[in-house]
C-alpha cells in the first residue's frame, strides 16, 4: 500500500508550509463555525473552511509543481517577520534558565548576561553605555 501511494505521489507537489497553513486554517475555521451553532454565518465560515482544506489537498496533489513552489515561496515571504517573530521568542525562551537577557537603556540592543554572577556592570557592546545589573 505505501509502495502505491508512493507511486502515485510522484510528480506532484506535496507538502509544504503553505498547505499546512491551510489545513490548519481551514480546520480551525470549520471547529469555530460548528460552535457557533445554527446561525447564518456559522454556514459561511463553515462553507469557508472546507474551501481552505480543499484548496489545500488541491496543491498537495498538483502536478504544476513550479506553480505551487512560487506560491509557497510567496506566501514564505509575506509572513518572514511574523515566522522570525516567533522565532527568536522561542530562542529567547529557550535561553531563560542559563541567561538574564537585558535591554540597553540607551539604545535598546538585548543585552545576554550569563545567570549567577551576582551584581555585575554591564557594558553595551554597541554603544558603550554601562549599566549595573544583577545576574
Request: hydrophobic residues 40%; positive net charge; charged residues 25%.
Amino acid at each position: 500500500m505505501k509502495e502505491k501511494f508512493i507511486r502515485f505521489m510522484q510528480g506532484r507537489y506535496g507538502v509544504d508550509q503553505l498547505s499546512k497553513f491551510l489545513l490548519v486554517i481551514g480546520l480551525i475555521v470549520v471547529i469555530v463555525s460548528a460552535l457557533l451553532g445554527n446561525r447564518p454565518i456559522a454556514l459561511i465560515l463553515y462553507l469557508v473552511g472546507w474551501f481552505f482544506v480543499i484548496y489545500c489537498y488541491f496543491r498537495v496533489f498538483s502536478r504544476n509543481v513550479s506553480k505551487r513552489y512560487s506560491e509557497n515561496q510567496t506566501f514564505l515571504a509575506k509572513t518572514y517577520g511574523i515566522r522570525n517573530f516567533f522565532q527568536k521568542q522561542k530562542n529567547i525562551w529557550k535561553q531563560r534558565k542559563v541567561y538574564h537577557i537585558y535591554t540597553c537603556p540607551s539604545c535598546k540592543q538585548k543585552i545576554r548576561i550569563p545567570r549567577g554572577k551576582g551584581k555585575i556592570e554591564v557594558r553595551c557592546p554597541k554603544c558603550g553605555t554601562t549599566f549595573i545589573k544583577k545576574s
